[in-house]
C-alpha cells in the first residue's frame, strides 16, 4: 500500500500510469528485478500451460496423430499389389505351368500353379476354395477352365495368354521346329530404353512427401498463427493486458506470446511428423531411405520455426490493433492469404512440374520460403545455395519484423475500443 492509500496491483491507466499512482519508471524496476529472461520465460509458460490444457488443442492433436496413422495403415492394407491367384492343373498338363508363370509376370499378375491328380480333384479344389481356377489344355490348344463363381479379370488374362503361347507352340511342333527354341528367342527379344530425361529416384516418394511436409506446415501456421492474434485481442479486450504491462514491457509480453504459442504447435508438428514419418517408414510407403525422410522432417521443423517466428509477430501486431474479436478478420486476412498464395500454388504446381522455375523464385521469397521450401527440399529439386539464400531472407526480414511488430504492439496494445490505425501505432511515442 502506498502512500495515496491504494492497495491495488498497480495495473496503468490508458495513459500509462498505474491506478495506484506508479509511472512507466516504477514498471521498468520491476520488469529489470525480473530479469528479461526470467520475464520471457514466465509469459511462455502461461502461454503454454493454457494452450496444453485446452481441451480443443488436445482433441485436434489426437485427431491429426489418428488421422495421420489411419491413412498410412489404409495405404498399406490396400496396397496397389493384386491378391496371389492360384490355378490347378493336372500331371498331364504340368509342364503348363511354366507358361502360366510367364503369363502372369509378364501382366505383373500374382499367380500360383499347384498339381493335382486328376480332374476331380482339380474340381474339389475349387469347390472347396483351395484354388480360383482349375485348367485343363484342349486338343486345339486352349484352356477349359473350372472357376467356382467367377474367372475374374487377372486370370483371365494370365489363362488367355498362357493359351495363346501354347498354341503358338504347338503350332510350332507341328511345322517340325523346336519350340523350346522358339520360346528362349521369344523371351530374349526385348526393348532398349534410352532415357533422355530420367526421373530421379524415389522421385514419386519425395513428391509425396514434399507436399506432406508444406502441407502440415501450412495447416499448423494457419491455425496457431491466428491463435496469438486471438490471445492479444482477449488481453486488450478484457484490460489484463494493463495489468501485464504494469510489470513487464511491450515487447516481452508479445516474444513471451510467440514463443510459448510457436513451442506448442512445434511438439504438435512433431509428433504427428514422427508417427507418419515412422509409419510410413515401417510399412515401406515411403519408399525412400530413412535418412532422406528424417532429413526432410528436420528441414521442414527448420522452416518451421523461421515461418512462425514471422507469422506469428505479423498477427501479434495486427491484433494489436483492434478490441475485439468480430474485427480480426479484417486485419489478419492480408495475412492469411500469404499463407494460402504459396500452399495453393506448390500444390497445384509441383505434382506436374516438380522443376518449375516460377515456385523456386517465390520459395525464395520470405514470406512463401516456409512453405514451398519444404516441398522442394522434399522433392529434391532445389540446390544448397538457393536453401542457404531463403534462409538468409527469412532471417533478415524476422529481424525486422521484430522492430517493426514491436513497435505496432507497444504502441496499439494499450489503446482500448476502437481500430487502432496502422499509421498511428507506427508513430514514435
Same mark, same amino acid.
Given at each position: 500500500?502506498?502512500?495515496?492509500?491504494?492497495?491495488?496491483?498497480?495495473?496503468?491507466?490508458?495513459?500509462?500510469?498505474?491506478?495506484?499512482?506508479?509511472g512507466a519508471g516504477d514498471g521498468e524496476l520491476a520488469v529489470e528485478a525480473l530479469g528479461s529472461g526470467r520475464v520471457l520465460r514466465l509469459v511462455a509458460m502461461r502461454e503454454i500451460t493454457l494452450r496444453l490444457r485446452s481441451r480443443a488443442f488436445q482433441v485436434t492433436t489426437a485427431l491429426f496423430v489418428v488421422a495421420i496413422a489411419a491413412t498410412v495403415l489404409i495405404l498399406h492394407a490396400v496396397d496397389g499389389s493384386s491378391p496371389t491367384r492360384t490355378v490347378a492343373l493336372t500331371a498331364v498338363d504340368g509342364?503348363?505351368? @511354366?507358361?502360366?508363370? @510367364?503369363?502372369?509376370? /509378364?501382366?505383373? @499378375?500374382?499367380?500360383?500353379?499347384?498339381?493335382?491328380?486328376?480332374? =476331380?480333384?482339380?474340381?474339389?479344389?475349387? !469347390?472347396?476354395?483351395?484354388?480360383? =481356377?482349375? +485348367?485343363?489344355?484342349? *486338343? *486345339?490348344?486352349?484352356?477349359?477352365?473350372?472357376?467356382?463363381?467367377?474367372?475374374?479379370?487377372?486370370?483371365t488374362s494370365v489363362l488367355t495368354v498362357a493359351a495363346r503361347q501354347?498354341?503358338? #507352340?504347338?503350332?510350332i511342333a507341328s511345322l517340325g521346329g523346336d519350340p523350346a527354341t522358339v520360346g528362349r528367342a521369344v523371351q530374349t527379344a526385348g526393348v532398349d530404353v534410352t532415357e533422355l530425361h530420367p526421373k530421379k529416384e524415389h522421385e514419386g516418394?519425395?513428391?509425396?512427401?514434399?507436399?506432406? =511436409?508444406?502441407?502440415?506446415?501450412?495447416? *499448423?501456421?494457419?491455425?496457431?498463427?491466428?491463435?496469438?492474434?486471438?490471445? &492479444?485481442? #482477449? #488481453?486488450?479486450?478484457?484490460? &489484463?493486458?494493463?495489468?501485464?504491462?504494469?510489470?513487464?514491457?511491450?515487447?516481452?509480453?508479445?516474444?513471451?506470446?510467440?514463443?510459448?504459442?510457436? +513451442? $506448442?504447435?512445434?511438439?504438435? !508438428?512433431?509428433?504427428?511428423?514422427? $508417427?507418419?514419418?515412422? %509409419?510410413?517408414?515401417?510399412?515401406?510407403?515411403?519408399?525412400?531411405?530413412?535418412?532422406?525422410? $528424417?532429413?526432410?522432417?528436420?528441414?521442414? %521443423?527448420?522452416?518451421? !520455426?523461421?515461418?512462425? =517466428?514471422?507469422?506469428?509477430?505479423?498477427?501479434?501486431?495486427?491484433? @494489436?490493433?483492434? /478490441?475485439?474479436?468480430?474485427?480480426?478478420?479484417? &486485419?489478419?486476412?492480408?495475412?492469411?492469404?500469404?499463407?494460402?498464395?504459396?500452399? $495453393?500454388?506448390?500444390?497445384?504446381?509441383l505434382p506436374a512440374s516438380p522443376d518449375s522455375g516460377l515456385v523456386l523464385i517465390l520459395a525464395m521469397i520470405p514470406l512463401f520460403a516456409p512453405i514451398l521450401m519444404p516441398m522442394l527440399i522434399g522433392i529434391g529439386s532445389v540446390a544448397v545455395w538457393q536453401v542457404l539464400v531463403a534462409v538468409v531472407l527469412a532471417v533478415a526480414l524476422i529481424v525486422a519484423l521484430v522492430w517493426l511488430a514491436g513497435r505496432v504492439y507497444g504502441n496499439a496494445v494499450r489503446r482500448s475500443g476502437t481500430r487502432v490505425s496502422l499509421r498511428d501505432a507506427l508513430r514514435p511515442t
Open positions: 500500500m502506498n502512500g495515496a492509500g491504494h492497495s491495488g496491483t498497480g495495473a496503468p491507466d490508458v495513459d500509462g500510469r498505474g491506478v495506484d499512482g506508479r509342364r503348363q505351368a @511354366a507358361t502360366i508363370l @510367364a503369363a502372369g509376370r /509378364s501382366l505383373d @499378375a500374382d499367380v500360383q500353379v499347384r498339381t493335382v491328380p486328376d480332374a =476331380a480333384a482339380g474340381a474339389r479344389a475349387v !469347390l472347396d476354395g483351395d484354388v480360383d =481356377a482349375f +485348367a485343363q489344355l484342349t *486338343s *486345339s490348344g486352349s484352356y477349359q477352365v473350372a472357376v467356382k463363381d467367377d474367372l475374374g479379370d487377372t486370370l501354347a498354341a503358338l #507352340e504347338g503350332q516418394s519425395r513428391l509425396l512427401l514434399g507436399l506432406l =511436409a508444406g502441407g502440415l506446415i501450412y495447416i *499448423s501456421l494457419i491455425t496457431f498463427g491466428p491463435q496469438v492474434a486471438q490471445g &492479444v485481442i #482477449e #488481453e486488450k479486450s478484457s484490460r &489484463v493486458v494493463e495489468l501485464l504491462l504494469a510489470v513487464v514491457r511491450p515487447w516481452q509480453l508479445m516474444a513471451g506470446k510467440v514463443l510459448g504459442i510457436g +513451442a $506448442v504447435a512445434l511438439a504438435q !508438428l512433431t509428433l504427428i511428423g514422427a $508417427v507418419g514419418v515412422g %509409419l510410413g517408414l515401417a510399412t515401406g510407403q515411403l519408399g525412400i531411405p530413412a535418412g532422406i525422410a $528424417v532429413g526432410s522432417v528436420a528441414t521442414a %521443423l527448420l522452416w518451421y !520455426l523461421l515461418g512462425f =517466428a514471422m507469422y506469428a509477430m505479423l498477427f501479434a501486431g495486427a491484433g @494489436a490493433l483492434v /478490441s475485439r474479436q468480430e474485427d480480426a478478420t479484417g &486485419v489478419t486476412m492480408p495475412i492469411v492469404m500469404a499463407l494460402v498464395i504459396p500452399y $495453393v500454388l506448390g500444390l497445384t504446381v
